[in-house]
């Protein structure tokens, strides 16, 4: 039996008004979405704010993940770093720390070739062998493309257990799940996408790793149940109900980037009451003003109960 | 109605050994696309090889394509060029030849921002108003995304009928759906994609403009019916023996680009026996020697039993 | 003696306001070039609008300007189009007129491997053998970097006479000189920079093709000059001056790519009383307002006097 | 007197053939490098290996330069992270070592506007107000280009000390110079090229950080000796060697990125006998076979005596 097929949300972080880790609020989330079903939590992945988190920040984002599953789910560990060494440090403390799995880049900021990401994941399943290794193929992160070959390869020799596409290509994604099951299913392949799922599942995906899922992980739940019972009518429209909540994240102006994807997503998550504040890490502001509001209209016109107002959550009008 | 929805095959050009328009050649492809029951096509886009073709050349394939089709299915021509009053000509020569609608990109080579896209295709549209105006949406190519807002306020105006998109960005396609749904539907939206066609029709797509439907129309044309139909196993029954097909434009190496691309579906149709031969336009060469063998091997896996032999269709044999 | 080497500015084209092509500006403006002392003529480059205009227009501004240099320096013909045929018959247009040589880039729109460069060049040559060809490297519009060892190939074996370098890439263009030398000297290097030309000179460029010399050529002149004689502070001292006179590009706001580039040149002219109008080609708007007045300031504070004032020139006070 | 104009090499890191920190080839190197008359160092920049290092080796790396360079010349410490807090961490620690100025990029992996880049430079500045802080404008690496009037803003503000311009834009590069220079030369301006130094200190450069300079730390100070004499054609002259030199990094075939830029500069080091090996960081293999004698050959032919040979450096022949 594979632990690591369905809804595997990528755990976005509350902070507190004053930068700390707000573990009141993460115990919230974290229960919500394991109450609505998902079937893993992906920590300290881009969207967990990992690369603004120094090494003990990140020991206590996924201590507390841990703490709070509590074994009724997975917990995989994102090992992000610029290059090898530097990522089997996380790997090994996220190992002391009893995660389920490792999830790593190919290396970035220094660039070379194929030959040095083959090396660069043999060496850190070398490093930490006990764990399950997670690829993440994130180009616009790190500005390489995983190429379906060399994931087929390091799956078929045991070296990679499987990958979360978070490439937006999804013509490479279908032909990877081609080779895969021609390979003998040797790799998870998770999506990364948000509103295209439906498509994944057509293609055959094993699960998805929906950044938005911490906002709505009911829907993300109900699509994947709808998959696995062949209702593709449901799953279509399951999946045109989270494309219209994804619009939070289109609703901001003058912001880009993390500041207004991940800055929707707490944003939401602070007016549906799930997150105290909708803070963001340094050097990134929490959305305010018109920004929280434009949020707050997505989200009704979704059919959702705001528990706070935007004065409120909207830190500019304090 | 709308006479432009459903499967609409960018339509390959043969040529003779010798680099002239191959009309017998040709019909025989169109008579068997619209005998497999595609609902128009696309004339002088990217896979018509229009940015290789000379003036002359346009005219001819253009003037060819609409007399074989006859009435039969609408044609719709591409306008590629660099900037607007190049693109005017174009415009104006296919009126003059009888195109049911035009298709022209953003403006390449020299780029500026959107005010200049805007004002290209309002000029576009006051120069020839009787024709429907399809946007094309090919990054690829010219380097500039077409955004949503912009393709909704143009589809508003009446300057747009619709799009064909291209953009390989399902996520800014759903949302473009979505944003056309609510503004009443002015625009015709079809995608470019081959191996995910599954995945624009779960999101709404109103048909469908793939390259592989040279190769095999009959799969296209069955899944945009399973699609009307609402039977999603179809679908994605055929969506996944189409992705298997494409592997045809994978399978060649040591070339890249429309050569590999535009290359593997000629020399697959001149396997099948539908062209002469697999020519290529000047400065490309034609597949040959085990890329032509490779493409044989996949057309073979795929269930085709083909009418010529490899050493039949290699030139690099005779 | 190499007939190609020095200050060969690119040449604007001017417009009267309805677009047609301004004759009388054109002579004022290319009169004024070689009374400076300029060594040549491009004309039909990216600067000339060469992908703005039809077939008709570039005739037209070919002809006028091989007719108004009339033998005083050798005009070079950019042939600019996305694939060889194309360029290939606007190569035997220019042949036609009298074109002292040619100049094209890497195919565009449809882009392959280096093997289908290096045949675009060859196939051109073969067409056209009487002129001597430059290749033009763009890649801000065509979107490839053309490899050294393919240009000095290229430049061996006679299929080419030079290289306009508008790369931006320095230090591949220093490396190319070195090559070049290497391999006996067989191209013409000229660079397309406009405020290091100091450092293309360091180099040992063979001349340079500064849009900014429609502005002001006696400023490149005197640096080429001071070059050529050995004078290393007169040479600085005129790229500072020229540097800051370029900064008419940056001026401009709310404008980018050829509105803000060729706009500014086309304003500054307008205001320094060398060009009627400062009309741009479609879809591109002449500056106005606040720009013009922009680009005035720079002109002021860099000493020139102005034949017209701000009003005269801002079509939008009209 | 700004202590940081010059030449400020950005220091290889030599390592044994086990992966430790090889003190002994670290203190010929460094030795070698005060002694040529470099004004500076900049240790743990990208080619310091900086993002392959954990903090631990950073640290290491660190110390040892400074104990070292025993107060002869300044010491630059990079704090090169993904983002602001893990930044800090950096220039902390650096400040607790002794370093006299501290170098950051901006933000990368996650990335934002020029808001959040301007926000991470403030509060690096006011975390470790004590030290000057240098902008390092990489983008080839962050993916951001610094623009100029943040820069300049910044500079005024008293944020930044200065800039390491390893942006390849020497345009951009030009025109900063211009306007440090209209507000009071607030910024101490390096050129991170190597064989375009000669084209920046045309522009006015204050100094250079030539990676190069490990290998030939005399030919960048008699450049830089030459251009504050205002001897021109000795700049010229040295510039030429150095650009012939630096053939090196183009020697290896079948490597990229960091394996053959650093790569190549530790190979020659090793073969002139100042490092003991050419080891590489993981994930990254030392060159090795013909890449070794590739780099041999480009150092005999500048005139380089060898210390050792191509056997002894290349360990896949041990």
């Known amino acids: 039996m594979n632990q690591f097929r369905g809804v595997i949300p990528p755990v976005v972080t509350p902070l507190t008004a004053d930068h700390r880790l707000d573990v009141e609020s993460y115990r919230r989330s ?101 764990l399950p290794l997670f690829a993440y193929d994130i180009p616009v992160c790190v500005h390489t493309k995983l190429p379906n070959d060399l994931l087929i390869r390091l799956g078929r020799d045991g070296v990679l257990a499987g990958v979360k596409d978070s490439s937006n290509d999804d013509v490479a994604f279908r032909f990877l799940i081609g080779d895969n099951e021609e390979n003998g299913h040797p790799l998870t392949l998770l999506t990364g996408q948000e509103v295209v799922v439906d498509g994944a599942y057509m293609a055959g995906a094993d699960g998805s790793v929906p950044g938005l899922a911490n906002v709505d992980p009911y829907g993300y739940v109900a699509m994947w149940n709808a998959y696995r019972n062949g209702d593709w009518d449901s799953v279509r429209k399951e999946q045109n109900k989270l494309a219209a909540l994804m619009r939070i994240v289109l609703a901001p102006s003058g912001v880009q980037g993390f500041g207004s994807g991940v800055g929707a997503f707490k944003t939401a998550m602070a007016l549906l009451g799930v997150f105290d504040t909708n803070q963001m890490p340094e050097p990134v502001l929490a959305l305010h003003g018109d920004n929280v509001k434009a949020i707050a209209d997505v989200l009704r016109a979704c059919g959702f109960e705001l528990a706070r107002t935007v004065e409120q959550v909207d830190v500019s009008t304090e």
Chains 1, 2, 3, 4 share one sequence.
């Open 30 to 130: 974290i229960d919500r979405m394991i109450a609505a079903g998902v079937n893993g939590l992906f920590v300290l992945g881009s969207s967990s704010e990992v690369v603004f988190s120094t090494d003990e920040r990140r020991r206590e984002i996924l201590a507390a993940a841990i703490e709070i599953a509590g074994g009724r789910v997975p917990v995989l560990a994102g090992c992000i770093d610029t290059e090898t060494n530097r990522v089997i440090e996380h790997a090994r403390a996220a190992r002391e720390m009893g995660a389920a799995a490792i999830v790593a880049t190919a290396p970035f900021y220094a660039l070379g070739g194929v030959a040095e990401i083959e090396r660069h994941f043999r060496l850190i399943h070398a490093a930490v062998p006990e």
